[in-house]
C-alpha cells in the first residue's frame, strides 16, 4: 500500500516566464524512456515480483523504498512542466479572448497537446510526444540482472537530465534537475553499494556517468551542501533493512569535496509547497467562468472545517 503527501520533495521557484519549449523537453524526464515515470514502474514492478524477499530483505527493501522516492520524483517533474507552462500567473487569467486565436503563434517546439489534452500543464509523454510505455520496465525476476539494469537506468536518467539542462535556464527547470541530479546520484551509488556486495565489483567506480560531477553545476552544489547525496530517505514504517546497505564514508570521488559519511534518514525529505497553478480561461481551466465552482468548493470547504 501507499501513503502520499501533499508536498513536493524541494519547493520550486515559479517560472518568471510561459516557457512551452522547456516544458516539452523536460517531458522527456517525465515520460521518456529514462524518465521518472520508468524508474518509478521498474523499481515498483522488480519489489512486487521479488522472490525469496523475507530471504533476501535488505535489497528487497532498497529497491521498495527507492520506489517510492521515485513516486515524489514523478511529481517534481509534473511541478516544474506545469511551472513552465503556467509562467508567473496568479489570479485567474482571462486576458485571453478565444476569438482571438491566443494561442496561434505558440513558439515552434512547443508541444500542441500541452495545449489540447491538457490544458497547459504536464502529461505522461516523452519529448516527441509520445506516450510512456510499461515496454520500458524491466523486471527480470534475476536480482543481479535487475539491479544492473538499475545502474544504466540512472545513469541514462542522468546523461539526459544533463543535455536537457543544457536545453534550458529557467530556474524552475534547473532547480527540479539540480535536485535530480544529486538524488540520481544517490540511487545509482545505492545500486552500485548494492551490486558490490552480491558481486565484489567496484561498480562505483564507473561513476559518475557521464563524466562530469555534480557539484559542476549551482544548482546541484546546493544541495550537495545540504548533505543530500549523502542520505538515503525512508517513505515508510517498513522497509529499514535498506539502511544495512547505505552505510560508510562517500567516496572522494563522489563527495566532490563536499565529505562525509552515508546516512539513512529516518523519514521522508522535509520537503517544499506544490506549484499554485492559476485557473487559465482559455483553457476552460477549470471553467470559462469560474466563479459558480469556486463557491460550490468553498461551500464544502467551509463544511470541511466545521466538523
Ligand atoms: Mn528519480
Ligand atoms: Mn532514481
Known sequence: MFLRIDKLPVELPMSPEIDPVAARNVQELLGGRFGEMSTLMNYTYQSFNMRGRDQIRPFYALISNIAAEEGGHIEIVSAAINSLLNGPRQGFDDSENPGDAPWKDLPGGALGGHYIAGGQTALPVDSRGMPWTGDYVFSSGNLILDLLHNFFLENGARTQKLRVYQMTDNPAARTMLGYLFVRGGVHAMAYA?????????????????????????????????????????????????????????????????VAGDFEFVDAPPTGGPQVDLAGIASSFAPNYAPQEIMEIANKLYQKAKDH
Not at 204 to 217: D, Q, V
Not at 233 to 251: R, V
Open 193 to 257: 553499494k548494492a551490486l558490490q556486495l552480491l558481486t565484489g565489483v567496484e561498480m562505483s567506480k564507473m561513476l559518475p556517468i557521464p563524466n562530469i560531477g555534480n557539484a559542476t553545476f549551482p544548482e546541484a552544489r546546493k544541495f550537495m551542501e545540504q548533505g543530500s547525496h549523502l542520505k538515503l530517505y525512508h517513505f515508510s514504517n517498513d522497509f529499514k533493512e535498506a539502511a544495512t546497505i547505505w552505510t560508510g564514508t562517500a567516496p572522494a570521488e563522489y563527495a566532490e569535496g
